[in-house]
């Protein structure tokens, strides 16, 4: 269903990326939902997110692409991807409310695609993978500076942790070059 692979930013660019994204300079957008939902924010919802989108239909839309993008460079070669380009690139976090909530499951893209997410942290909080019929078929728990790639139609959901306070996700969309 998917591939994951562990330690796969080198150290030294890990820890400054992981200083970075959470520093208090870091700018994150909230998110009513966090994924495609058309529930209203009626201030009670449990869904919401943050995020920081640093390329959008591959147009740079923030200052704190270059480095986002460094990554995902790394991802694509080490998940042998030569033969695609990165569309968007999305940090997003979740943020405890001290029970499971999980968000919307949701393909990012309905054009092909493949999806890449970067886990910078370790969390509960899995990533839940569901089929067409969207019956939960797995899970992944988020490690530091791990990743799984899947097929981008594959129906997927962020969930919020309870045992932390945060669940911070790189998401990079991939598709085949022309």
């Known amino acids: 269903m998917f591939k994951r692979k562990e330690n796969i930013v080198p150290k030294k660019l890990f820890k400054e990326v992981f200083s970075e994204v959470t520093s208090f300079n870091f700018p994150w957008y909230y998110l009513w939902n966090s994924a495609h939902g058309n529930t209203p924010d009626n201030n009670r919802n449990k869904t919401y997110s943050f995020?920081?989108?640093?390329?959008?239909?591959?147009?740079?839309?923030?200052?704190?692409?270059d480095k986002t993008l460094k990554i995902a460079n790394i991802m694509k070669d080490k998940f042998k991807l030569d033969e695609y380009e990165v569309i968007r690139l999305r940090w997003g976090m979740t943020t405890s409310v001290g029970t499971p909530v999980t968000n919307n499951s949701h393909v990012d893209?309905?054009?092909?695609h493949?999806?890449?997410?970067?886990?910078?942290n370790s969390t509960d909080g899995p990533t839940c993978f569901y089929d067409s019929e969207n019956n939960l078929k797995k899970q992944n728990i988020p490690k530091e500076n791990?990743?799984?790639?899947?097929?981008?139609?594959?129906?997927?959901?962020?969930?919020?942790p309870v045992n932390f306070d945060r669940r911070i996700v790189l998401n990079i969309n991939l598709t085949r070059k022309i």
Do not use: C, D, P, Q
């Open 114 to 120: 493949k999806v890449i997410l970067f886990y910078l």
């Open 51 to 65: 995020h920081h989108t640093t390329m959008r239909n591959k147009e740079v839309n923030s200052w704190y692409n």
């Open 109 to 112: 893209s309905t054009e092909e």
């Open 146 to 160: 791990s990743a799984v790639m899947f097929e981008g139609n594959i129906y997927h959901a962020s969930s919020k």
